[in-house]
Each structure stands twice: as C-alpha cells, then as structure tokens.
C-alpha cells in the first residue's frame, strides 16, 4: 500500500499502491489504523537479523536538493541497500524508507535527527521497529516520484527518492503501511484498529506537575526565599490560573499543596485525566557550583524508550496492553506511540524555549534529553521545564519573586496557546502575550 521496493542495483520509478484512508490531526496522536507486522512464523524476521548482521550498511550522509517541481533526497551509505518507500497521513504527513541492514554513521547528526528542505521539514533514523528507517516529517503532501540507486561515484553508494506535492486527497487515499499478505490484512482488520478522540478545541486538557513536595523539598535554598519544591508550586498554581482564565483549558495539577507524590502516581494522575499534555515544573541545583544559570527544556531521552515501553506493559498503559489482541501487535501500536508522543514533545519543548528566550536566560538553547520519570508515559506529549538554577543567586531571587514567576508562566501559557492554536485561540493567546508585554523587562 503506498509502497516502493527497490534493490540498489536496480534503479527503477517508484510504484503507488492504494492505501486505507486515515485521519487525525498534526500535533497530537489522534488515530492509528493500519500497522506493519512481518510475518511467516518469525523467519521473515531471522533473516533479516542475519542479513543485517552480514551485510551492515552504514548511513554515512542526508542530503538534499530543491527544484522547481519536486525535491530530491539523497541517502548515501557505505554499501548497496535494498530500499522501501511508502508514505503515512496520520498523524502527521510523513515519508518512510525502509532500510534493513542500515546503521547509522553520519559524524555531523550524531543523534539521527535532522533539518530537511524542500518539502521535508526534518528527519530522523528510527531503529525501534523490525528494519531500519529514516522518517521524513513532510511539510506539505507529497508522494514519491521516482527512486533509484546509484553506484559511488567519488564518494559512497547513493539512494535517491524524488518526491513531489500533491493534493491531500490524493496523498490520503496512497498512503498507508504496506501489506505483506491477505493474514496480515485480516489480523490488523481484527486487531489493530484504535480510534483516538482528538481533544476538544473548546478544551484543553493540561496536566501540571509540580516537581517534589512534602518530604522531598528538592534542591534547597542558599540565597535566601523558598526550596524548590515551594517555587515550583506557586509557579504551576500561576500557570493554572493563566490557562484556566482563557476559558480554553482544563488543568489537572499533580499536587495543589505541600505534599509527597510518587513519580508513578503523578504519570497515573495524567492518564486518568487523559491529558493533552504534560507539563512539569521544576527549578535546578548545580551542587557546589553558583556559576551556571538559566531556563531549560527537557524531553524523553531515546536510550529511555525501552524503560517506557516496559513500563507500559508492566502497567497495561492505557489502550496499549490489550490481551485481545497479538503481543506483537500490541508491541509495534506501542512503538509508533511512543515515536510520535516524542516528536510532538520535541514540537512544544522547542515553543516554549521560544517562549521563554525573550523573558529568561536559557542554560540551554534548544531542547535536551533526559530519562527522566515523569516523561515515561507513552502517549502523553510531555516535557521538563527547569525555571533556572536555585544555587545561582540571581535566578534564585528571579525565582523568589512573584513578578518574574507571572512573566515566566505567561510566556510558558503563550507556548501553549501555540501549540495548540490551530483549535482556535489566535485570539486568546493575544491576550496572553500582551499581559506579558505589558510586564516589567526580567531581571537578567
């Protein structure tokens, strides 16, 4: 469905198959209706495991190449690949090239994770799945126009796959996961098929964590005013009372006063409250050290997602550990889950550093990764946000003081009222940028 099957040494022009339609909306997970399972008793799956292990190519470059009517990526690898293409709608317009037996070697993107052009907006390599794959995020429809290989020519072996815009019902109805058997159809037909209700534009469901409580004080005060676990909470009561006036939001807090919540509880209060996002205060401590400062965003690290997806399992998260269904099935649902729960955390966490740049310090720049608890839901979009440093002195008296905290929240609500505009709150989300411009310039 949707795909393309190439060997390296066979250039050939990309093949559309029909594809089930989907639907959802670009930020959220909102439906997951087809998924791809190999199959044949796991001799599929063997051999490709020793295939890959013969036989490994390393990806060694990204590229890409804009023209007038369509855009060209380049894969470069050490070896000849066989490749497959095929696109994905839901949740967000995407392009995936099956890569078995790839790893991933380019120096300049350690992480797997670039900027694209042209029509793709970025990408990233995935190994969490049964091959393989880079996964381009697509800034407009667009399905493959041609692909082909091409042997090293001053450099390494080369995999091409043009893509060119076309209209959303014609990229509906050609993409989808590729079928690998009349068995595969029918098991996904009985098995795999999850609606998700997309949250009401009318409201938003927001959970705010504030970071400790009770017997966990977090990191202790040294110039003076209240521990962490105090700044964080009049700061999540601050940012509730900034959303709920918008008459857009539900907020659910983890804790409304001093108190103890284990980090399993506050993921549980999440899940109960089917949150549209996660967002947990926090203030930092540089031990010995009164030197570094500032604001920063965390996401869940990539080495975390097997604690996640164990913790899912172990905890029948949600949807996901439905015994009706193949474990399989339940392992592949709960793989894209967390992939796309990821990139949309990444979306927000990247908005708020946006946010909070013209009214804080930032300690870092862009968002980091971190394994970090309270961000192991699997499905929640969630983030981290460290205000500043308790140990510096002068994010400790920022952080103290009442004035700066309500800057700080209103920036944080004008990253939310962003993420979710398209339901709608242009409008409210002006009203929350000019209280914030009207405020006093931050104390830097």
């Known amino acids: 469905m949707g795909a393309n099957r190439l060997s390296s040494k066979q250039p050939q022009a990309a093949l559309q198959r029909p594809a089930h339609s989907q639907r959802g909306r670009i930020g959220m997970v909102a439906m997951v209706t087809m998924i791809r399972r190999i199959i044949q008793g796991g001799l599929a799956v063997a051999a490709a495991a020793l295939t890959g292990a013969a036989s490994a190519s390393d990806i060694t470059a990204v590229r890409f190449g804009e023209h007038d009517e369509y855009t060209r990526i380049v894969v470069e690898t050490s070896r000849p690949l066989e490749f497959e293409t095929f696109t994905l709608a839901e949740p967000e317009g995407r392009l995936v090239m099956s890569l078995p037996g790839a790893r991933w070697a380019a120096s300049d993107l350690p992480g797997g994770r670039g900027i694209g052009h042209g029509l793709v907006g970025r990408f990233d390599f995935d190994e969490s799945g049964q091959a393989p794959r880079l996964i381009f995020a697509l800034d407009r429809p667009a399905l493959v126009r041609e692909s082909f290989s091409l042997d090293p020519n001053g450099g390494g072996y080369r995999l091409v796959v043009d893509i060119e815009p076309v209209s ?114 926090h203030a930092d401590s540089a031990g010995a050290s009164h030197t570094p400062r500032g604001a920063a965003v965390y996401t869940l690290a990539d080495r975390a997602v097997d604690r996640a997806r164990d913790r899912a399992i172990r905890e029948g998260d949600w949807f996901l550990a439905d015994r009706a269904r193949p474990q399989a099935v339940n392992n592949l649902l709960l793989d894209m889950s967390l992939r796309e729960k990821r990139n949309q955390s990444l979306v927000f966490a990247e908005t708020l550093l946006g946010e909070v740049s013209d009214v804080a310090p930032l300690f870092h720049g862009s968002p980091r990764q971190r394994g970090l608890y309270v961000l192991l839901d699997s499905q929640v979009p969630a983030v981290l946000f460290e205000m500043g440093f308790l140990t510096n002195r002068h994010d400790a008296r920022n952080l103290n003081d009442a004035g700066y905290r309500r800057r700080l929240m209103q920036a944080a609500a004008s990253s939310i009222e962003t993420y979710f505009e398209r339901c709608g709150g242009g409008e409210q989300r002006s009203r929350i940028v000019a209280q914030r411009s009207a405020g006093a310039s931050p104390s830097r």
């Open 168 to 281: 959303e019902d014609r990229f509906a109805q050609a993409s989808g996961f590729p079928e690998s058997s009349r068995t595969m159809t029918e098991l996904l037909a009985t098995h795999a098929r999850i609606d998700y209700t997309p949250p009401s534009c009318e409201r938003v469901r927001v959970v705010i964590d504030p970071g400790h409580g009770g017997r966990d004080p977090g990191a202790l005060a040294q110039h003076g005013g209240g521990d962490e676990a105090d700044v964080n909470l009049a700061a999540a009561r601050e940012l509730r009372d900034l959303l709920v006036a918008t008459g857009r939001y539900e907020v659910v807090m983890t804790r409304d006063n001093d108190e103890f919540v284990e980090l399993e509880e506050r993921i549980r209060i999440a899940q109960e409250a089917d949150a549209d996002l996660f967002f947990s205060i």
